[in-house]
């Protein structure tokens, strides 16, 4: 399969941030005053890959819309302080080493994610991974869903043939809106129909041996 642009999802994909997240929020939630039910990164396996907005929704329907973005916010800032404080890798194997071969190599990786904005840079900067990454965008950032910041990536970076690499039917989903091949990331948090793939992935060191520079 020959590409000039591979697009990645983060969480199920890059890396499983679950454990530090849902201990980052529970905390923020003690602080903000609510008694709500215990966070755990099972739970948030199942939400990851959502919008934020559309999390809170899920997690806290018993709040108000003004107090779930109240709250959500105030998770992803905590989320990001013990994210930066974590040592332990919880990158999936094989996927930083290679990002970095891969982008020796001549390969050209963006990012697009539905997470909050700051996530993304917070994601390379830790991994070591930014000057590998040309060019991304999120939910946080631009407000809008991940069908359009795929095809926004794609567009403003003239990418002829360009493909997605996510975990969820949420990815599928937005791939098949916006016209990318979906390569599933089957080590993740999701499950889709392999008939509606491109390819399916058992470890990410498989990429070099799918994909041709175009």
């Known amino acids: 399969m020959k590409t000039d642009g591979i697009i990645l999802d983060i969480d199920g ?12 929020w ?3 939630i003690a602080d903000c005053g609510y008694t709500l039910p215990t966070v755990t990164a099972k739970r948030l396996q199942k939400e990851f890959g959502k919008p934020m907005d559309k999390i809170a929704e899920s997690m806290w329907p018993q709040l108000s819309k003004e107090q779930q973005d109240t709250l959500i916010a105030a998770c992803c800032v905590r989320e990001h302080q013990f994210i930066e404080k974590n040592t332990a890798d919880i990158t999936y194997p094989g996927v930083i080493s290679t990002i970095r071969s891969m982008t020796e190599a001549g390969f050209t990786f963006y990012i697009v994610s539905n997470c909050q904005a700051g996530y993304i840079e917070l994601t390379m900067g830790k991994n070591g991974i930014t000057g590998c990454i040309r060019d991304f965008e999120s939910y946080g950032a631009s407000g809008k869903y991940k069908a359009q910041n795929i095809s926004d990536i794609v567009a403003r970076n003239h990418i002829t043939s360009p493909v997605y690499i996510g975990d969820t039917q949420g990815d599928l989903e937005a791939c098949t809106e916006a016209g990318v091949p979906f390569l599933f990331a089957s080590w993740g948090f999701g499950t889709v129909a392999e008939k509606d793939c491109a390819a399916v992935l058992q470890s990410f060191d498989e990429l070099p041996h799918l994909l041709e520079r175009q």
Request: charged fraction near 5%.
């Open 26 to 28: 529970n905390s923020a």
């Open 13 to 24: 994909t890059i890396w499983n941030t679950t454990p530090v997240v849902a201990e980052a």
